[in-house]
């Protein structure tokens, strides 16, 4: 019946990640899937998450709304747009609870299939590989417009700009506003406005997908962007808890749609309920029960948002430390890239040939493209990551 299903090549990212688990050795160091480990190599359980656990207990499970929980709704418009945003005060945001970030995403694309068919989406080049797929699995034949430098390994804003202005009018712009995957380099706030200008200009969609607030720089400077376009123009935005809550098995994300006004909105948030009903019927419980619990308390809220921070300055100086030890191993290999880029990754440069020598002899796990996720850094594996890079680097 099923002779002719074709065998799946494998996820990245993900295979990847499945390979690391497998691979015997015991000096292996995992930097291939965006996961945040600590400086003794664990997930973190967040303490204010842990206490949201304790508040939550083990009550009784019924299900949620098709749009999720009141609370987290509420949760992820204060966050991600701040309390007073103006589209806010007017009621005009349609929000609904996700299965993670990768669930905001698919429902967008879904909505956007039936609303706006047959669009030209954008991605950057490179992006996350999944945006392209989940796209295409909406209907959408997906294209690229530059984003990456390789030469500066810094942003090609002008060949961005030139792109996207010569896209067809009325487009699907797929943006990520922090903490680029897999570049880890970002717009500056002079870029962002110049590039929302010809967003406007052109009536493109855009969709923002957020999957690393208050790793860049704080939770309320990651969203300026996206608050900004927002008091300009209608949008999507894709929101994760995943890496900022260290809540990556629970799947907790959120999609907000900004709409022109309140009677927009209630319809569009109609639309997301129907595509939820459709696909899944409602999210999660337990994992939302938490962030809404935490966004939700003044205290545990901020006793989170320290959390992050302490997570993204332990990002930071893994950077430098990398860099500092590669620079002690060689002065010919450039370093600069590491500080340079923000977030989660950077983007080394390295060849495929170059990652699969790093995993194959030394058990260093990249992504392909050459992407490290600096978060699996720390004391005890930095040298050893720095002893293969500089090898490669100048075999
Ligand atoms: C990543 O890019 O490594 C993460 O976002 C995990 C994923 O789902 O690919």
Known sequence: LFGQVEAFAGDPILSLNDSFKADPRDQKVNLSIGVYTDEKGRIPVLGSVRAAYERIGFAERPYLPMDGHPGYREGVQKL???????????????????????????????FLAKHTPGRAVLVSDPTWENHHGLFQRAGFKTATYPYWDAKNRSVNFDGMVKAIEAAESGSIIILQPVCHNPTGVDLDEKQQAALTDVMIAKGHIAVFDMAYQGFGESLEADAAFVRRYAERASCLVANSFSKNFSLYGERVGGLSIVCRDADEAERVLGQLKLAVRRSYSSPPMTGGLLVATVLGNEDLRAQWTREVDEMRTRMDSVRKLLAERIRSLSNEVDVGFLTNQRGMFSYTGLTAQQVDAMRERDGVYLVGSGRMCVAGLNEENVAKVAQSFVDVSQA
């Open 80 to 110: 991600v747009f701040g309390d007073r945003h103006p589209a806010r005060e007017a009621k005009r945001i349609a929000t609904i609870q996700t299965i993670g970030g990768t669930g905001a995403v698919g429902i967008a694309a879904d």
